[in-house]
């Protein structure tokens, strides 16, 4: 008696609740925005709103923590794509540069051989360079097996470099006009005046034998005078004056030569082939 009387009630429950449900919804139905509930409504959305909001920006930036943290092995991965085509994109930027200053320092030392009709010339390229205190030096990757000989000029784009000193098959060492040892027959262009320059290393190559009566100025040119069974040919570059005295015991002239041609960056140069070798 007891569960049945239960179980009535239980349903007497269901039923009364539904009820009122189905009127709650009538109610609100016909009443619209206007009604009674639409205002309990308006009401809990009021307090409820609020809290929501609150709520919000307290785990709005948690979550986009989360989800940046999930995120970072895929942004990590971008970076280094990113920075893997920044660094092709340089190294292309820079092979094209040095190969447009490559090919401008081939057409100078094009136009230098069309000039002072070097055309009995071999190109080469430097390999290594032994420029110190103690040695002035290129190695150039042309050898015997190419016609070259001790002996022979070389010049790059910019003028006079020095001459081949030591030969092998197929490289050959070009010892520099500012190497200590080296001695050029050269000439002031102005007064067409001779002397003889001397290499002095990490100086400017002094000039010798100058008549004293030679009106010499800073910045006048100075080229090589060709003699017959000279090393250099005639009207070959070598660089300008770059201070001019006077010994005050001998009287002489003293004149520096600052060299046309930067030896820290020689790259192509032309060795003038001798007529045996031609």
């Given at each position: 008696?007891?569960?049945?009387?239960?179980?009535?009630?239980?349903?007497?429950?269901?039923?009364?609740?539904?009820?009122a449900?189905?009127?709650?919804?009538?109610?609100?139905?016909?009443?619209?925005?206007?009604?009674?509930?639409?205002?309990?409504?308006?009401?809990?959305?009021?307090?409820?709103?609020?809290?929501?909001?609150?709520?919000?920006?307290?785990?709005?930036?948690?979550?986009?923590?989360?989800?940046?943290?999930?995120?970072?092995?895929?942004l990590?991965?971008?970076?280094?794509?990113?920075?893997?085509?920044?660094?092709?994109?340089?190294?292309?930027?820079?092979?094209?540069?040095?190969?447009?200053?490559?090919?401008?320092?081939?057409?100078?030392?094009?136009?230098?051989?069309?000039?002072?009709?070097?055309?009995?010339?071999?190109?080469?390229?430097?390999?290594?360079?032994?420029?110190?205190?103690?040695?002035?030096?290129?190695?150039?990757?042309?050898?015997?097996?190419?016609?070259?000989?001790?002996?022979?000029?070389?010049?790059?784009?910019g003028?006079?470099?020095?001459?081949?000193?030591?030969?092998?098959?197929?490289?050959?060492?070009?010892?520099?006009?500012?190497?200590?040892?080296?001695?050029?027959?050269a000439?002031?262009?102005?007064?067409?005046?001779?002397?003889?320059?001397?290499?002095?290393?990490?100086?400017?190559?002094?000039?010798?034998?100058?008549?004293?009566?030679?009106?010499?100025?800073?910045?006048?040119?100075?080229?090589?005078?060709?003699?017959?069974g000279?090393?250099?040919?005639?009207?070959?570059?070598?660089?300008?004056?770059?201070?001019?005295?006077?010994?005050?015991?001998?009287?002489?002239?003293?004149?520096?030569?600052?060299?046309?041609?930067?030896?820290?960056?020689?790259?192509?140069v032309?060795?003038?082939?001798?007529?045996?070798?031609?």
């Open positions: 008696m007891a569960i049945s009387g239960r179980t009535r009630s239980t349903r007497g429950l269901v039923i009364l609740l539904v009820t449900s189905l009127i709650t919804i009538t109610v609100d139905y016909k009443e619209g925005h206007h009604g009674p509930l639409a205002k309990v409504g308006d009401a809990a959305l009021a307090v409820i709103g609020p809290l929501q909001s609150a709520v919000t920006r307290v785990t709005r930036p948690i979550g986009s923590f989360f989800a940046g943290v999930l995120k970072v092995p895929s990590q991965s971008q970076i280094h794509q990113l920075k893997s085509r920044l660094a092709q994109e340089q190294a292309r930027e820079l092979a094209g540069v040095s190969a447009q200053q490559q090919l401008a320092k081939l057409q100078q030392l094009l136009n230098l051989r069309t000039t002072l009709g070097l055309d009995q010339s071999t190109g080469a390229r430097v390999v290594s360079s032994g420029v110190s205190n103690f040695e002035w030096s290129v190695d150039i990757d042309k050898g015997s097996n190419q016609g070259l000989r001790p002996g022979m000029a070389v010049v790059a784009d003028g006079l470099v020095g001459n081949v000193t030591q030969v092998s098959p197929f490289a050959s060492k070009v010892t520099l006009i500012a190497d200590p040892g080296m001695k050029v027959a000439r002031l262009v102005s007064s067409q005046t001779t002397g003889q320059l001397v290499g002095q290393g990490n100086h400017d190559l002094r000039m010798e034998l100058v008549d004293a009566s030679t009106v010499v100025g800073v910045g006048e040119p100075v080229e090589t005078v060709g003699f017959p000279g090393l250099y040919p005639s009207g070959i570059p070598i660089g300008q004056v770059s201070s001019v005295g006077t010994d005050r015991v001998t009287n002489a002239k003293l004149i520096s030569v600052r060299p046309a041609v930067d030896f820290s960056s020689l790259d192509y032309l060795v003038v082939l001798s007529p045996e070798s031609r």
